[in-house]
Nanobody, 128 residues
Framework: QVELVESGGGLVQAGGSLRLSCTASGRTFSSTSYAVGWFRQAPGKEREFVAAIDWTGGRTSYLESVKGRFTISRDNAKNTVYLRMNDLKPEDTALYYC???????????????????WGQGTQVTVSS
C-alpha cells in the first residue's frame, strides 16, 4: 500500500512558477519500483495526463502543451516526486493529482487507468 500526499499548489500570476511535491508513505519509492505520474482536472473537464517518470528517474513523458515549461523529477531517498512548473498559463489552472504504479524500469504510462494509488490533489490557480 502506498499513500500519496501532494503539496505546493497555490495562486500565481501568469508567467509565474510553482513546484509541486508528491510524497509517499507506506511502501516507499526507495524500496520498490514505482513510476509516478501527475494528472490534472480543470472544472468541467476530464482528468488529463500531465507528466510521468519511471522509478529510476531516467525516463519521462509529458503532455505536449507543457513540454519545455514543466519538469518532473524524483528523489527516491526522500520518497518524493516533484513537478516544476514554469511560465504558467491560465489554462494550467486545475486540481493536480499525483499517482503511482508498480512497474518495470524505463516504463511510464499516460493512461490514468494504469495507476494504482492516488493522492487527494493540490489546487493550482493561475490568474491572467
Amino acid at each position: 500500500q502506498v499513500e500519496l500526499v501532494e503539496s505546493g499548489g497555490g495562486l500565481v500570476q501568469a508567467g509565474g512558477s510553482l513546484r509541486l511535491s508528491c510524497t509517499a508513505s507506506g511502501r516507499t519509492f526507495s524500496s520498490t519500483s514505482y513510476a509516478v505520474g501527475w494528472f490534472r482536472q480543470a472544472p468541467g473537464k476530464e482528468r488529463e495526463f500531465v507528466a510521468a517518470i519511471d522509478w529510476t528517474g531516467g525516463r519521462t513523458s509529458y503532455l505536449e502543451s507543457v513540454k519545455g515549461r514543466f519538469t518532473i523529477s524524483r528523489d527516491n531517498a526522500k520518497n518524493t516526486v516533484y513537478l516544476r512548473m514554469n511560465d504558467l498559463k491560465p489554462e494550467d489552472t486545475a486540481l493536480y493529482y499525483c499517482a503511482a504504479e508498480h512497474t518495470a524500469a524505463w516504463t511510464v504510462h499516460t493512461d490514468q487507468g494504469e495507476y494504482d494509488y492516488w493522492g487527494q490533489g493540490t489546487q493550482v490557480t493561475v490568474s491572467s
